[in-house]
């Protein structure tokens, strides 16, 4: 078959028993640093399962799980320069909160209040994107910016597996390439796109290997690994900030949890590959790690859990103090001004609310 001898090695560096296969990269090679890592994965796990619980008890909207994802967010973050652009999608909340997006302003979006996006304390960063991949075609206006100012930055935008099917996602890669943007695309391959498992999603060998039509840098690692996603991304970083070098990086990961509360994935989900999965997630493999190489006790463990677990709950609290939005307001900040168009729509939706009750 026409390009199935390029391979791209899969990067790896902690095993799933949480061996360390290579020497550790020096950006990370102090306890604290690593201690840093493990804490991102839990706060997020934490804040992950205590959002399924608000929308569980109908104190918030869908919301999209990132269950056994978390170190991507985790390595992404950690390897983005302060002045770097994240235009993310919606399972990167490892990443947004190293970017100073607070956790109620995740819980505010996903609770009907786009002001949510509007981060008090990261400006530069976009909202996350619910539609699919249409992010891509603006982290590359970002990146496009970036190289017309002469500025020495790059962006980190980030989709799925089933959005590089799409044409937003090809036509950004190839303009990227074409125009040599400072552009890091990172795709979680969480092998489902809803419903949709990988191999009904492509037939590409794997979604790294859509860079070489590109003509950008191509990178796989495991997605599992916090360690290995943030010495791909800091390299792929380094490259695309000082020679404008465009990639993707496919991060290889698994979704250990429905689509979002209003998907049942059992219904379509082989539950042997579920927990074949569950065996090789990102936190159990850190903690062994900690456990075995950095002198990780059990009462260091409880107290990382506690602490996120505090943290989480001021969260909510702030969540549930902020004013409810008027009904229709989303519809006042599309434009500065709203057009004639919206000002109907507006008043047709709450009349429908009026109906409905
Ligand atoms: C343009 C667009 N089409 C369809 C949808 C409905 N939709 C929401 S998530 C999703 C699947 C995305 O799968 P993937 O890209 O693998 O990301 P994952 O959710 O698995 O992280 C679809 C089709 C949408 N949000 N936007
Ligand atoms: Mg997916």
Not at 32 to 43: A, I
Not at 238 to 253: F, I, Y
Request: hydrophobic share 40%; proline share 5%.
């Amino acid at each position: 078959m026409p390009g199935s001898n390029f391979n791209f090695e899969t990067i790896e560096f902690l095993d799933p028993n949480g061996q360390l296969k290579r020497p550790l990269p020096e950006a990370l090679a102090t306890r604290d640093k690593l201690v840093e890592l493990y804490q991102l994965m839990v706060q997020t796990r934490v804040f992950d399962r205590a959002a399924i619980n608000l929308q569980r008890t109908g104190a918030m909207g869908t919301y999209p799980s990132c269950e056994g994802q978390e170190a991507i967010g985790t390595g992404v973050g950690y390897a983005m320069n302060e002045n770097d652009v994240l235009v993310p999608y919606y399972r990167d909340i490892a990443t947004q909160i190293q970017r100073g997006v607070l956790l109620e302003e995740i819980l505010r979006y996903w609770g009907g209040d786009e002001w949510g996006m509007h981060f008090q304390h990261q400006a530069q960063d976009f909202p996350i994107s619910v539609p699919i991949a249409t992010q891509s075609c603006h982290a590359v206006g970002v990146a496009y910016a970036m190289k017309y100012r002469q500025q020495p930055r790059a962006v980190v935008t980030t989709c799925g597996d089933g959005a590089t099917s799409k044409g937003d996602f090809y036509e950004s890669i190839n303009i990227a390439g074409a125009l040599a943007l400072p552009v890091v695309f990172v795709v979680n391959n969480n092998r489902w796109a809803i419903s949709v498992p990988l191999e009904k999603q492509t037939a590409a060998q794997t979604i790294a290997h859509k860079s070489l039509a590109a003509g950008i840098d191509g990178y796989r690692v495991d997605g599992n690994d916090p360690i290995a996603v943030f010495q791909v991304l800091s390299e792929a970083l380094e490259l695309a900030r000082n020679e404008q070098r465009p990639s993707l990086v496919e991060a290889l990961t698994y979704r250990l949890c429905d689509h979002t509360t209003a998907d049942d994935a059992s219904r379509y989900r082989p539950q042997q590959e579920f927990d074949a999965a569950r065996e090789l997630e990102p936190l159990i493999r850190f903690k062994a790690y900690l456990q075995k190489e950095q002198q990780w006790s059990d009462a260091d463990d409880e107290s990382i859990y506690a602490d996120c677990k505090k943290q989480v709950k001021k969260a909510i609290e702030a969540y549930q103090a902020f004013p409810e939005q008027p009904p229709g307001q989303f519809f006042d900040y599309m434009f500065a001004k709203r057009t004639a168009d919206l000002e109907q729509q507006k008043q047709e939706w709450l009349a429908g609310v009026k109906r409905h009750g």
